[in-house]
Every structure is written in C-alpha cells, then in structure tokens.
C-alpha cells in the first residue's frame, strides 16, 4: 500500500468559517465536527481538520488540480474578489504563472496562509 497523507490541522481564528470558505472555494465536502475540528475532505486520501486559535504561524497549502478545476476555482476566486498572484512573493499582483507549461496561482485565506493552485507537477532534477 502506498504511504497517503490522511489529514493535517489547519490553524484558523474561526474553524466554521474557515471550513465554509475552503468548501466554498475549493468545492470541497464539509463533514462536521470531530472534537474540536471541523473537518473538511479535499479527496478519497486527505482531509483538513480547521482548529480554532487565538495566535498562529501562516502556512503554505498547495493543491494540485485539472485544468477544468482551476478555471472553476479561479473563477470563484475572481468572482469573491480575493487578491492573488503569479508567485509566493507576489501573491496580489493579478497574475497568473505557466510555470512547467501548466498554470497556477498563489493567494491567501482569511486566516493568512498562503494557498497555491497548480496544474502541472514541479520538476525536480534526477539526483
């Protein structure tokens, strides 16, 4: 059996609204509430588990997607008028990369972490 990732905490300031904006965004499924999580699923493999917290370090989320899907997205994140950018560092600069002939997008959730969109894998060089 290949090794998955099953689930990861995402710190938030509100775990119900930060699971409404991934689902909203993202189309992914809310499950509900598990102890202090609400947990959100991204696929068969990985679920977000949103923790409500006062205080928190941002971090780096990136989803690898179709084409179709990041038009869909992309047109939702256009649509909610969220900033976003060609890169990690120029996140609000209205553009888009085709970095590896595919296509993706940096932008940040209302709790400040940083999300990506990429259609196409990084190549990474043969050791």
Avoid at 4 to 19: G, M, Q, W
Avoid at 71 to 78: A, S, V, Y
Wanted: glycine fraction near 6%; charged fraction near 25%; charge should be negative.
């Amino acid at each position: 059996m290949a090794i998955t990732l099953n689930h990861t905490i995402v710190p938030c300031f509100d775990n119900v609204e930060s699971a409404k904006f991934y689902c909203k965004l993202f189309g992914f499924e809310n499950i509900g509430e598990f102890s202090r999580f609400i947990v959100v699923r991204v696929n068969d493999t990985l679920c977000l588990d949103f923790d409500s917290r006062d205080k928190f370090d941002s971090n780096h989320y990136a989803f690898k997607v179709s084409e179709q899907e990041f038009d869909e997205i992309f047109e939702r994140l256009q649509a909610g008028n969220i900033q976003y950018g060609s890169g990690p560092s120029e996140a609000n600069n209205a553009k888009i990369n085709h970095n590896y002939d595919g296509r993706g997008v940096y932008f940040r959730d209302p709790n400040g972490h940083l999300l990506e969109l990429l259609t196409v894998d990084y190549v990474m060089p043969a050791h």
